[in-house]
DNA sequence: ATAGTTGCAAAATATTTGCATTTAT
DNA sequence: ATAAATGCAAATATTTTGCAACTAT
């Protein structure tokens, strides 16, 4: 996202573009998958730029806001964004052991909720499906 | 649940029956649908039983072990569990209107949910989904 | 008797906030 | 000029843990 683009962004909502926001949200976009708080500072404290914890958790929030990420999930590792802002749908699988997270997409499985919300009168414009359990690995450990 | 079953339960995995752990499942069992481990804990207090918060979060974690209970989400306001045991699933549509929430079935789509999984060798114990929207009513409304 | 459990208080972790200083408009 | 944002350090909130005392088996 260009610097114009999230100037608007942030002065539709009365707020300032700032070196620091400009600098957390390139992070926070170059993530194709999924990060979370901690790991984006570091990153970006590794890299010489500068901002500090309070701005990224501020700055985080102002983007989910904005529609730009949204949050996927706590986990006891913190919470875990992703990238919204040109993507497309996916649901998630959260193994409750390590705390990865796997994205799938299921067209079948969009067209089912399609058909029980007609069936209810349901309008239904968005949907959040998190499957539970564990993963391959944890699978395994367990045993 | 009765003592006997849960003794059981717990004698399975080594551990022993207590006062402050049935106090703790109970409660558990209590709720017909969310709550979170410091609500829990309060409540107890309320009530004049004794378990410590300590007793609380290391109960719960045993009970989710024993598939007694399951986590569903973190929030901010912290761990949110709900029974498993005795209780059948289903999942929600929310009005993003007049807030209203509809539960709705489907063994189709559980099925597929279950096909995903195995794809993934992933070992799915529980899911959420909450398809957003209008009901009917907001939906005649809006027009 | 002994191994597991409890309660407490301290620690760990993630996140938020007050405030003086800096900066975008 | 002024209203908003920053960085820091202190505060919050939730959960975990070490340890001495207690208790189920």
Chains 1, 2 share one sequence.
Do not use: W
């Not at 309070?54 to 990420?69: F, K």
């Not at 052991?97 to 969009?110: A, K, P, R, T």
């Amino acid at each position: 996202m260009d610097k114009d683009i999230f100037t608007k962004l942030l002065r539709e909502r009365g707020q300032r573009f700032t070196k620091e926001r400009f600098v957390i949200l390139q992070k926070a976009l170059s993530y194709d998958g999924h990060f979370d708080p901690e790991t984006l500072y570091l990153q970006i404290r590794k890299t010489g730029s500068k901002a500090s914890r309070a701005s990224v958790y501020r700055t985080l929030s102002v983007l989910r806001e904005c529609g730009v990420i949204q949050q996927v999930a706590k986990t006891e590792h913190g919470t875990v964004y992703e990238r919204t802002y040109g993507h497309r749908h996916h649901d998630h699988m959260l193994c409750v052991q390590c705390g990865d997270i796997l994205e799938f997409y299921s067209e079948e499985l969009e067209k089912i909720q399609e058909n029980i919300c007609k069936k209810q009168g349901f309008q239904g414009s968005s949907h959040t499906l998190e499957i539970r359990g564990y993963c391959k690995k944890c699978r395994k450990k367990k045993k």
